[in-house]
């Protein structure tokens, strides 16, 4: 069943990505987000730069761990019932306007180049330093199988090559299938993922978790806590994205 299941993933992989660069060469070089022409100097990028630019930075103050933009004094609640492992998270911009239209493009449209987009705003984040190990977050076998890749570990390969890390796929897996977290409140999220992770050859590593969006970080948390029990030396986390509201402030949403 492994194999076969690698198998099939790959063969998604390929189909998506052979659908994905017929319709761009179809297609003229315009912007998949604004339909703005894409100047040759931007060589084959799906997104121009005027859209990038306007994606907006999470800054902060926040939370040391969650990385929870919030008020000075403020006590952040979001990690306080984090199981042990994950140590920080950070985020490079809002999901908001074209960033979330990007994030959907990636998962649901087939679009798995725009990770290099996402990859960029990334880069700089601050777990992405020394010779840490790049860990996407593992789908289930049922959304990987309707999605054909995971747009995690497209972002992470994408970040490895700009970065110079190494990408282990192979060392966190998914052991079993959730629940769309989308309508659960926190502490749903929570018990949907409890030991939903399994962890393997992680001992001795910096690991760095990467994801797209992160909403409460239930889980990246659970993934953290695997990589913990699984001997990692630090377990670490950056997303393209955060959803989450700054507290005390108006959501990014209605900004």
Request: charged share 20%; with cysteine.
């Amino acid at each position: 069943m492994p194999r076969f299941v690698e198998a099939a993933r790959h063969a998604g992989v390929a189909a998506a990505r052979a659908l994905a660069g017929v319709e761009r060469w179809l297609l003229p070089p315009a912007c998949l987000l604004c339909d703005g022409q894409i100047p040759a100097s931007e060589g084959d990028a799906l997104i121009c730069g005027l859209c990038r630019s306007r994606w907006r930075p999470v800054s902060g103050p926040w939370c040391g761990r969650c990385g929870q933009p919030s008020l000075a004094g403020v006590e952040c609640r979001l990690c306080s019932t984090w199981p042990a492992g994950l140590e920080r998270v950070r985020s490079a911009v809002w999901l908001a306007e074209t960033a979330r239209l990007a994030v959907h493009h990636l998962k649901y449209q087939g679009w798995w180049r725009i990770a290099e987009a996402l990859a960029e705003a990334m880069c700089g984040l601050e777990p992405l330093t020394g010779q840490v190990s790049l860990i996407p977050v593992p789908l289930g076998a049922r959304r990987l199988r309707e999605r054909g890749y995971n747009q995690s570990e497209q972002i992470a390969a994408a970040v490895g090559r700009r970065m110079g890390l190494a990408v282990r796929a192979d060392l966190l897996v998914r052991v079993r299938e959730t629940t769309t977290q989308t309508a659960l409140t926190p502490e749903g999220r929570q018990a949907n993922v409890l030991r939903a992770f399994r962890a393997s050859g992680a001992a001795g590593l910096r690991c760095v978790l990467v994801d797209d969006v992160f909403t409460t970080g239930a889980n990246l948390a659970e993934a953290g806590a695997a990589l913990a029990r699984g001997g990692a030396d630090s377990v670490e986390a950056v997303t393209f994205a955060r959803a989450v509201e700054m507290v005390g402030q108006p959501s990014a949403e209605s900004r």
